[in-house]
């Protein structure tokens, strides 16, 4: 499997519509344009995952957040590679390009998506904060962190 980040705009409308079909954004009530405005804007990175020139799945960041600079916006894998190891790949890819510029790595969860929440935990991420009624009401999304210490200590 090969990480690319030179992602084009018909890949982007690819990813978009992956999102807009799947959950969580399903649920959320995304729709296709919604889903590409989050990840086609000049602060979004985007990595892919591909095998054989085919794009597997998508995770897209952000390291203009302020306090919260590390933030995975997205991950997305589409569904005939999902339980292949694509979004770990994605995750462990994405944690080493943000731990090159910071300490920590943020994603958000929601409460429905128990799988993605334990994949996430699994990967050593812990439960920071919920927010309730955030997205959809009578669920919650959850802030977790994965950190390697405190920004005063971070020497990039």
Known sequence: MDIRNDVTPEELWTCALMMSTT????????????????????????LLACENGQVLGFLAYNMRVGIIRGYIQNLCVFEGARGKGVGTFLMSEAE????????NVFICVSSFNKRAKSLYERLGYQVVGEFEDMVIRGHSEFLLRKTTGPLSEFRP
């Open 96 to 103: 080493k390009r943000i731990l090159e510029e910071c300490p």
């Open 23 to 46: 959950d969580p954004w399903v649920t959320m009530g995304r729709a296709v344009e919604l889903c590409h405005a989050g990840i086609a804007h000049e602060d979004a990175r985007i």
